[in-house]
């Protein structure tokens, strides 16, 4: 099965961590992608956002949340106050995953096995962050903290028990809103994703 586990150092700093990570191996995903993406943020936060993998714009620039999806959470995080710095927020799968198409290169779900293989990496930043509460935005990261069963829509927004011991809560991810089929569903889901970053930052305070 592919993992990150030999590529991850013992000692779980965020630089010996990002030190590391460009030499990761531990699936296919790095052969394509232009860089590998590290998490950025406050290295003791009492609030961890994860996202799913970067977009095509984080996989340029190297950066996690800084394309149109990273607007999306941006705003709602500027709404609420919550400062982007005094968060750490990262990937539950470091590498961008697309297709090409023409000169577009179009985002793929990464699958469960490049998720579970990417975990170490993940499993490693808890570790050194610490954080109270961590917000798992969208599927993929709720699959790889809180299992491949789990059911967003159904148990998104209230804190979930977890083998890492952390207060886990999943929600909306920015993406799912900016695709959603019509105004009054996007700004619905918006809500949803505003309501419970707000819920996640009050818990970790
Ligand atoms: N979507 C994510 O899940 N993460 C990013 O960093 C950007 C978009
Ligand atoms: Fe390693 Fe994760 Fe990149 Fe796969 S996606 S190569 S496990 S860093």
Partial sequence: KPTAAPYVPELHT?????????????????????????G??????????????????????GAPFVGPAGSLLRGVMEE???????????????????????KLRLHQNPRLQEINACRPWLAAELDAVKPQVILCLGASAAKSLLGSTFALMKDRGSVQES??????????????VLRARDDASREQMRGLLKRDLQFASELAS
Avoid: W
């Fill in 14 to 38: 965020l630089t010996v961590l990002r030190e590391a990570l460009p030499s990761c191996k531990g699936c296919e995903l790095y052969e394509h992608a232009t860089q590998v993406v590290p």
């Fill in 40 to 61: 950025v943020g406050a290295a003791h936060a009492k609030l961890m956002l994860v996202g799913e993998q970067p977009g095509d714009k984080e996989d340029l620039e």
């Fill in 80 to 102: 609420l106050g919550i400062a982007p710095e005094s968060v750490y927020m990262t990937n539950a799968v470091k590498h961008f995953k697309f297709v090409q198409r023409g």
């Fill in 163 to 176: 083998a890492f011991g952390k207060q886990i809560i999943a929600t909306l991810h920015p993406s799912a």
